[in-house]
Each structure stands twice: as C-alpha cells, then as structure tokens.
C-alpha cells in the first residue's frame, strides 16, 4: 500500500501572543470566547477546475466547523467580511477588517489548488491587530481525500498559537464507539466531527465498552464471541496485533487503561465469589489486585489524569453510586451523594471534573452531569428529550460526547463542557458508548520526536 | 520428600547469609524466624529490627487439590504486620482468617504481610482437576432443546434492580434442575438478562449476578457444576423490545440455552 504523503513546510511563524493572551487553564463552565476571529472562504491559486472549488468548498466548511467547535472565537458571519478575495498576505487590507461592524483580532486566509491528485495548500493566520504574521503554512498532500486532514492539522494549529498553549485542539481527533449490525455489536472509530468512519472489530459478536490507550494505538474493549459463553478482554492494536487479558470467570467489563500505559482497570468477578469487583492488572494480565473488595456490583472504573486515583460505580449502598479510590486500595470515598442511578463516570484530562451520568429516582432516562472532584459542585449537562448517557471528556477537557435518544434512536453527540453547542455527529443505525482518543502530538512534534529518535541510533 | 528436603536446605542457606550479611554490617543481635512447619509449600525470609519485630504470616489450604467446582478452605495467620494481601483475586484480609473458595483451575494463592519490621510472604496452591468434557450426544441435546423450546424448562424473572431469587423462581429452577440432570452430558448456558433502564455497564454486571445466583441455587439443590456456565447478556437481547414495564418484565430473566 502506498503510504500518504504528508508534508508541511512552515514559511514562518512568529509567536506575538506569548505575552498578550494568559494561559488561563481554568476555563470551566464558559470557554474564553473573547478572542474575535476572521475565517476567510480559501480561494484558488491560479484557476478553479471542478476538482479544486470541490475541494475548496470542503476545506471552507470543515475549517469553519473545526474553529467554531473549539469555543475559543467569536467568529462573525461571513456576511459582513470584505468581499476583496484574499490569496496572499499582500491581498490583506487590515482596516477594512478592523471596521466597527466586524472589528476581529485575527484572521485566517489562504489558497489552494488541486493538481491531479495532489493538493497544495497555502494557509495564513494574522494578527490583524499588529498586521504580523502568526502562522503561515504550506501543506501537500498526495490525495484529494486527505484534504480533511489538513484543515484539521491546520485548525489546531491556530487553537494551539491562539490559545497561548492551552488546547492543542482536538480536531484531529478521534472517537471510537459501538455500533449494532443485525444482532452483533462492532467497534469503529471516527473523526471528532463524525467523518471518516473505520471498522475496528467485524467477529460478528457484541462487543462493548471500547477506551483508548494514553497513546492512542491501542483500543480496550470487552467481547462476546458467537457462540462462546464467555466475555473476554481484549487489547487491540489499531494497525493490527491483539492482546487477550485472561480472566478466570465468564465475566469481565468496561476497561480501562492507566495514563501510564503499565495498568488496566476493569471489573471482573474471581471464581470464589458472585459479584463483580475492580481489579488492576498490567497489560499481560499479571499481578491481579482487587480494589472493591466488597459485596455488591462494582464497574465502570475511570482513572485520574495522574493515575494515582480510580472513579469508579458501586451499589454497595443500595443503588449505583460513584466512589473514588487510590490505585493502591486505600483512602476509599463517596464522591457522588444524590442517590438515583450513577454510571460510566469519565475523569477530565486535567483532573477538575468528573462527568457521569445520573439517572433520578422517579425516572428511568438519564442525563449527563458534571462534578468537580475538588468542590463537590455538580453541573447538569444535558435535560429535556430522551435518555443522554455514557459521558466522555475530548483530550483538551473542553468538550464531552455522550450518547442520547433525543432524535429517536441512539446516536453520538458533542459538546462543549458546558452543555452548550451540542452537534449530531452520528446519524444511521444504533451507536453508543463513545471514547474520545487522547492528545496526539503536532506534527512538527512528530517529525522532532522522528529526528530525535534518529539521531539517538 | 525430597521438596521438603530442598525446602529445609534453602531456609537454611538464606539464614546463614542473613546471618553473615547482618553480622558483618552491625553487631546487633539476629533472631531468626522460625521456619514453617515442613509440610507446608512456606518460606518466609525477613530483615530483623530490635524496635519493630518482623512480621510472620502462614498460609495452607486444605484440600490442596479438588475436582473442579468443588470448594477448599484458605486459612492464614500473620503476627506484627498492618497489611495482609492475598494475590489471585482475594484482596486484603485480616491477620488470622479463613476463606472458601472455589478455583476453576490450578491457582497459587500468595499471601503478602507488611509490618514496620519488614515484609513476609508466604504461599499455597490449590490443584484443580478438571475433568475431560463431557461427550455431547446429539439426541440428547435435540431433547433438551425440545424441552427448551415447549417451555418445559422456564426462564426465571426478577425484579427490578434485583438479583435474588422469588419463591416462584426457586420452583422453576428445582423443576429445571430435574430435566437438566437427565441430560447430564449437555452442557448449559444460564444467561443473565436485564431490562434497558440501567446503564450498560451497570446491566452486564446485573445480568452477571442474576446468572451466578440461579447457577449457584441450582448447584445447592444438587445440579452438576460441570453441566452449567453462565453468562450475563446485560441488556443486549430483550424478549421483549417495548419501552413499558410490560415488556421490562419479560426483560428481567435468566433463560437457559445449550452450548453449542
């Protein structure tokens, strides 16, 4: 198989906003919208063949939908933009973006063009303000398909320059969830924004509960397979190889691997007893330790960002409820006192919150709830139609997909951390516990860790 | 005998270097640990501490070897230490106890006792014999299948949120229990089911313990461990798929199909 070319080459990059924007970590519930910014439509270089201004109007509309997802901008309409097309810096007349009615601090243009196969993408960020240069980059990549990836590269690299370091963006993110197929369950995975679809598991049985190493090359998921009167635990490799984690019992679920990558979380039940109960192995399945030792239904286990603590569901007070422990056994805690029906807690990747979901006394749907582990202040997330569920954090801790009923039959959203801005992103079939994958390094980051690597040999 | 021999050796062997390694460091004065009675599969080796005595901890089991599904007795006791953890899926325990336990294949329990003087372990393990499985005869199973599908043996339902076994339920399993043991050769899945209004990890786990509670009724009431496994579906495969408690309740079962 020919492999993906890839290039970017940076034209140059100054980084002005070091000392103007803080690096304010303490988002939540509202993210910073207080930056103005201008996306430009992209135009072609020279002429548009069909091929380009095909290309051109998926590479607008993605850009727009990436920037405005990561809740960093205030992005006005297009409408009020200057109509002069922007190709180059030299085409920019900075005053007219700096007019009452418009009046944005940044602004992003570029050109691009289709050739054959290949695309070459030029992509520019400005300070509008001080009329510098914050990013200018070129990318080429060898398919006309990939052309969704590079809006992605390109839309965190501006989160990452405009959010001084604080996100580095997640769309080039993924999430892996369930899907039914006739009476089997299958694994995929798909971009943030729903596109781009892959088949991880076609066995055939039902397989659940899929979570994403702290590299994201490997997916833990527990499998039912026909005609095996067994679940098992299985590591798979998202380019190829599979690990099976053995249990002694035909029971074992919703895994979880620590942040270290040396430990996997999950509940299972031990030959000698009839409930389930939280265990920690490494990932070959050795040194098994029992975290819950206790009568009752225990699950669900998610780790802390540092992986010194586990969440965790347990109904050994009657109901299921979140507790807390340390990865060593000790310092057991309640952390969610409202009685009802808890379930699949998700720690947040900087270690504030806890999102869940909760389910009533008097109702049987659920609705997505955050807490923050510190305070103890919960905030609802989701209300009204259908039954929102299985709550899970985006790598930059600013957004939450979850599964819901509220357009009928079971699909994946997103959001922002606040409830805020939800977006369909799954439309046919049944689709449930979304796993959003972890950071993934920039791609100079990348080619440094390569060179790195190289120089180090 | 021979073990034990090797055993006795190498007790001996580790206290002579502890007792050369300690003697050339200080001049304190070693008390070693007694070593454990030679018919047990035991070492302990600790560090000695005039302030904090090492702590000791012994662990057997008793019968060391069982059929599969048949149970043994893990009995320990430990002086001086905080901690005690046992390996193998038991956890933390107190200083002196015992456990049944029931291992579906061979397992070493080690026993782990830490304690300001140090740390002790001590080991034990329990052989499983697993019997071959058994022939399965094809009329046999087209009989229980039959005996499956006439509702002659009948699912159990429980109550919402619940894993325990009604008075009614307890009366299918023993009329169940009689038909299975005339097909002594078949094996039998006894599945877990819930309704849809848990969460699904909650209902796996749910669906886990319905299965286990009516497996284990059905050995007490003298069913044949080898002929029965369970499995929970959690909310996977509903009998009924309507949103009203009419069809939860139907929902709320453990069925019994044959492995295939």
């Known amino acids: 198989m020919k492999l993906p070319v890839f290039i970017v080459c940076s034209l140059s990059c100054f980084l002005v906003l070091a000392e103007a924007q803080q690096a304010d970590v303490a988002i939540y519930p509202r993210p910073r919208e207080d930056t103005k910014l201008a996306v430009a439509d992209f135009i072609p270089l020279t002429f548009a063949s069909q091929d380009t201004q095909a290309t051109l109007e998926v590479f607008n509309q993605v850009l727009w939908n990436d920037l405005k997802f990561s809740a960093f901008f205030q992005m006005p309409s297009k409408s009020f933009y200057p109509l002069k097309p922007l190709r180059f810096p030299r085409d920019v007349s900075f005053e007219n973006w700096q007019a009452p009615t418009l009046d944005v601090d940044f602004l992003i243009f570029g050109n691009l063009q289709v050739d054959g196969t290949q695309v070459t993408v030029e992509a520019y960020l400005y300070d509008v303000k001080t009329q510098q240069q914050v990013l200018g980059k070129r990318y080429t990549v060898s398919e006309n398909k990939l052309i969704r990836r590079v809006v992605h590269e ?22 892996a969830f369930t899907s039914l197929k006739g009476d089997s369950k299958e694994i995929y995975v798909m971009d943030y924004d729903g596109f781009n679809q892959q088949t991880i598991t076609a066995n055939g049985g039902l397989n659940k509960f899929p979570e994403w190493s702290a590299d994201n090359s490997t997916l833990a998921f527990v499998s039912n397979l026909p005609n095996k009167s067994r679940w098992e635990l299985w590591l798979q490799g998202l380019k190829g190889g599979r690990n099976i984690i053995p249990v002694s019992t035909s029971y074992v679920s919703s895994p979880a691997i620590s942040p270290t990558s040396q430990s996997i979380a999950f509940s299972s039940r031990s030959p000698s007893k009839s409930d389930p109960d939280i265990y920690v192995t490494d990932l070959t399945g050795k040194g098994w330790r029992n975290l819950s030792n206790h009568p009752g239904i225990d699950t669900s286990p998610t780790w802390s960002p540092t992986g010194h603590q586990i969440a965790f569901v347990s109904d050994r007070t009657g109901t299921p409820q979140i507790w807390m422990v340390d990865a060593d056994g000790s310092n057991l805690q309640r952390l969610v006192t409202e009685g009802g029906h808890c379930d699949s807690p998700n720690w947040s990747p900087n270690g504030r919150f806890v999102a869940y979901s909760w389910q009533a006394p008097t109702r049987w749907k659920h609705d997505v709830y955050v807490i923050e582990v510190a305070s103890g202040k919960i905030f609802q997330l989701t209300s009204g139609n259908g039954s929102s569920e299985n709550p899970h954090w985006s790598p930059d801790a600013r957004h939450i997909a979850f599964q819901s009923t509220r357009t009928g039959s079971k699909q994946i959203f997103i959001m922002n951390a606040d409830g805020k801005n939800v977006k369909q992103i799954t439309a046919y079939g049944i689709n449930g516990s979304p796993a959003w994958s972890r950071y993934i390094k920039l791609v100079e980051q990348e080619q440094d860790a390569q060179k790195e690597e190289e120089e180090n040999k | 005998m021979k073990k034990n021999c090797r055993v006795r050796k190498l007790s001996v062997g580790i206290s002579f270097c502890l007792l050369l390694f300690v003697s050339a460091c200080s001049k304190r004065s070693v008390e070693m640990t007694p070593s454990s009675s030679p018919s047990q599969q035991t070492r302990s080796v600790s560090l000695p501490d005039p302030d904090h005595p090492s702590p000791t901890v012994e662990i057997t089991a008793s019968p060391s070897t069982i059929n599969i599904g048949s149970q043994a007795t893990l009995r320990w006791k430990s002086t001086d230490s905080s901690s005690l953890m046992i390996d193998s899926g038991v956890g933390n325990v107190s200083e002196v106890g015992s456990l049944v336990i029931s291992p579906r294949e061979s397992t070493t329990y080690t026993v782990t006792a830490k304690g300001p003087g140090g740390e002790a372990v001590s080991s034990t393990r329990v052989t499983v014999i697993v019997n071959p499985k058994p022939i399965m005869v094809q009329t046999d199973i087209d009989n229980l299948q039959q005996a499956i599908d006439s509702g ?42 819930c309704d849809e209004r848990g969460t699904e990890e909650y209902n796996l786990a749910l669906g886990d313990r319905r299965a286990e509670i009516a497996r284990n009724y059905l050995i007490e009431i003298g069913g044949d461990v080898n002929q029965l496994e369970s499995l929970s579906f959690g909310e996977e495969r509903p009998f009924s798929s309507g949103h009203d408690e009419r069809s939860w309740r139907l929902n709320r079962r453990v069925h019994f199909t044959i492995q295939r």
């Not at chain 1, 501006?158 to 604080?166: E, K, R």
């Open chain 1, 154 to 175: 390109f839309a965190d690299q501006v989160v990452f320059q405009l959010s001084a370091g604080t996100s580095r963006g997640i769309s080039r993110s993924q999430i």
């Open chain 2, 152 to 193: 002659k043996v009948q699912p159990v339902f429980f109550d919402y949120d619940k894993a325990t076994l009604t008075h009614e339920a307890k009366g299918i399993l023993q009329e169940n229990a009689r038909i299975f043991l005339q097909f002594s050769n078949v094996e039998i899945v006894i599945e877990g089911h």
